[in-house]
């Protein structure tokens, strides 16, 4: 989408292929090179090095990234350090978070559409909820077993990468480690795992994003959940479940989320991101480092405009400057 946006505003884009995935992005260039002009659309392969090199090149004037933070800052810091700094917009960790309102927690179907959420292409999706906050009441605990238990019976295939998949077996490891913490998974090779601990246990690695087919639950009184969200790290999205009769009380808690993440869901799941004009895929840090802006959306061709206000000049001369 962040291709489409800079060419629909009249850019050329210059693309660094993912070395996981290089015969995609070839596909993608020779596919572009068949109906874009000569020097539109350009892949280049390589790796962390030759993402800096293009960053400081001075014919580049504006970057769009999406992977890691530890990425994004290296390359916000290359951008930032040039004789001219250009913008970069990075979208790197989030963690989606999804709170069960009390009325909510007495439908089960929410544990199935919960667990499809998270385990979606293996968690490998940047919308995945990361935490799934419930009641601390006999039906959202009953809710937290159902969703641990759907996420474990998930099906499991391969991740994209080595690393990645390395990583969520790491992440398995440690959560097993916390103190206090209980972990619902299959038996057998790493794959889809919930965490479950208590609310007052959110903190540090809790709180990051685990890429893959992982999520924590955590059960708190529902009149702390605005409190709770305040304290999140930035998100994409964030999700409140809830029933005609939660309404009249969650007033606090969206407007605690509204500034927490960029696309505040009712009653649905945030995996999915449609190409419109209201999608806003975007969010404060971690979640990117332009929160102001959108990634998906007609609004994402802004990044790659800039105002000119041209100020008393004659009318005749406005149609030689169009051109």
Known sequence: MTTAAALAAGCSVVAKAHPAQPETGRAVARALGGVLPEGVFSLVEGGADVSLALVRAAEIRAVGFTGSLTGGRALMDAAAARPEPIPVYAEMGSLNPVFVLPGAAGDEEW????????????????????????????????LAEALAQAVAAAPSHRMLTAPMARAHEAWGEAARALPDAAVTAAPGAPGPFAVRVPATRLTGELLDEHFGPAVVLATAPASSYA????????????????????????????????????????????????????????????????????????AAVDRFTRP????????????????
């Open 227 to 298: 409190a709770l969200a305040r304290t999140l790290p930035g998100s994409l999205t964030a999700t409140l479940l809830g029933t005609p009769a939660d309404e009249p009380g969650a007033a606090p808690l969206l407007r605690a989320l509204a500034l927490r993440a960029g696309r505040v869901v009712w009653n649905g799941v945030p995996t999915g991101v449609a190409v419109c004009e209201a999608m806003v895929h975007g969010g404060p840090w971690p979640a990117t480092s332009a929160p102001w802006s959108t990634s998906v959306g007609t």
């Open 308 to 323: 000119v206000a041209l100020q008393g000049v004659p009318r005749g001369l406005l149609g030689g400057f169009a051109g």
């Open 111 to 142: 544990a199935a559409a919960l667990a499809g959420s998270v385990t979606r292409a293996m968690g490998q999706l940047c919308t995945k909820p990361g935490l799934v906050v419930l009641p601390e009441t006999p039906e959202g605990e009953k």
